[in-house]
């Protein structure tokens, strides 16, 4: 345990979703922390997902790719880092199966690159993984020892970077751990995803695109917990270790649906199905014992989560306003434009 005289954190990817409230957590919850986000800064980094710890001075930005090993290098002997914690990826399955080359580059080479400089330096490190690296779970929950199974180009991409985490682990006994969570919600995740998306275009009076029939079941949870369960692995996991986030519960995106849709008080008619995912894993589902021996638990059901995040965009229009008519327009014509429209139901 490093906590006692203060960690002094590499936060890849901190100006992203999880990983900007990961950093909040962190400089909220940890006094003698130190915390270094190290972000390329694409579409889905954002520097005022950062604004209100810009002034603290155990917190600094460096505006940089993980696939660069220089930069890599420099920003962890220029900081004194001891732990990295990896959340830099390109995350989003619709955008993998657009052009799947970025998620190979970052989330396959550029974990390689860190890996490699963690084992330099022989550093503590943690790689934010996903419960998608699974697959499709038809009954059940998965367990950390079940074999990955991904089947989009995003989780064969955050698959293959779980097996070189393990593999430098082993090979060359690196203190690695793994986090698999479930899919989170909550402040300043990208409008891409499904519980931002169909807020924003609620409040917007906007149609919310549901694929298919909508039956399909993830486990949302919220990204607080899954923050709080990161830190505990961090601080806590044994080396070697992997464990799945989640609530252990997952519901029907129908469902989820139906949740936003009740929270900011639009109505249902501005539900459409569309035509589905190529690929649409079906269910998610996780068991979250291995996590709960080590001392958590979550602390939202996804019913709670999905209405928490829904009442946080209809309060923070700020922030997601000026999103919605830059990048993301261009991105949403070109994945929504060609979706044909289908009967209730799906
Ligand atoms: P995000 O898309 O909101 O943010 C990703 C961040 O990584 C951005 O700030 C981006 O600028 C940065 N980044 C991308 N490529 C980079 C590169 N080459 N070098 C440096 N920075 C780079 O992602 P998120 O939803 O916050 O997810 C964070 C991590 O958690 C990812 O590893 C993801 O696989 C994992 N995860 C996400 C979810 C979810 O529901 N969103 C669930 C489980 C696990
Ligand atoms: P998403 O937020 O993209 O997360 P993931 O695919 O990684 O689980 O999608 C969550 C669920 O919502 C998933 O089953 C796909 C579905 N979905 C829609 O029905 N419509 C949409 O426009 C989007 C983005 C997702």
New binding site residues.
């Given amino acids: 345990m490093v906590s006692g005289k203060g960690r002094r954190l590499l936060v890849?990817?901190?100006?992203?979703?999880?990983?900007a409230n990961f950093v909040h957590h962190v400089l909220r919850t940890r006094p003698n922390d130190h915390v270094v986000v190290?972000?390329?800064?694409?579409y889905?980094?954002?520097l005022a997902n950062l604004a209100d710890v810009s002034d603290d001075p155990r917190y600094a930005f460096v505006h940089?790719?993980?696939?660069d090993a220089g930069a890599v290098e420099r920003v962890l002997s220029a900081h004194g880092i001891d732990t990295v914690v990896?959340?830099?990826?390109?995350?989003?399955v619709d955008r993998s199966i657009d052009d799947p080359e970025a998620f190979i580059?970052?989330?396959v080479n550029?974990t390689y690159t860190l890996l490699e400089a963690a084992r330099a330096k022989g550093l503590r490190y943690h790689q934010?993984?996903?419960?998608e690296v699974y697959g499709h779970v038809a009954e059940g929950a998965s367990r950390e020892t079940d074999p990955v199974a991904p089947r989009s180009p995003y989780a064969a991409s955050?698959a293959s970077g779980d097996l070189l985490v393990h593999a430098y682990h082993v090979t060359y006994g690196l203190h690695t751990t793994i986090s698999?969570?479930?899919?989170?919600v909550g402040p300043y995740?990208?409008p891409e995803?499904a519980v931002p998306l169909f807020s924003t275009n609620a409040l917007e009076g906007l149609p919310l695109p549901v694929y298919g029939d909508g039956r399909q079941e993830r486990d949302y949870q919220w990204v607080g917990d899954?923050c709080e369960a990161i830190d505990l692995i961090v601080d806590r996991g044994p080396a070697g270790e992997a464990y799945n986030v989640g609530t252990g519960t997952s519901i029907q995106n129908l469902t989820m649906v139906d949740i936003v849709l009740e929270t900011l008080d639009r109505p249902r008619s501005l539900v459409r199905h569309v035509t589905d995912r190529p690929g649409h894993d079906r269910r998610y589902a996780i068991d979250t014992a291995k996590l709960q021996a080590l001392g958590w638990r979550s602390r939202h059901t996804p019913e709670q989560a999905v209405a928490m995040a829904a009442a946080w965009y209809r309060d923070n229009e700020a922030w997601w306003r000026p999103i919605k008519s830059g990048e993301f327009r261009a991105y949403y014509d070109r994945m929504y434009g060609g979706r044909a429209v289908l009967p209730a139901g799906g």
Avoid: M, P
Wanted: hydrophobic letters at 25%; glycine letters at 16%.
């Fill in positions: 890849t990817g901190g100006a992203g979703f999880i990983g190290f972000d390329k800064l694409t889905a980094g954002n940089a790719d993980i696939c990896n959340f830099a990826a390109e995350t989003h580059r970052t989330d550029g934010v993984s996903t419960d955050k698999r969570g479930s899919n989170n995740q990208y995803k899954h």
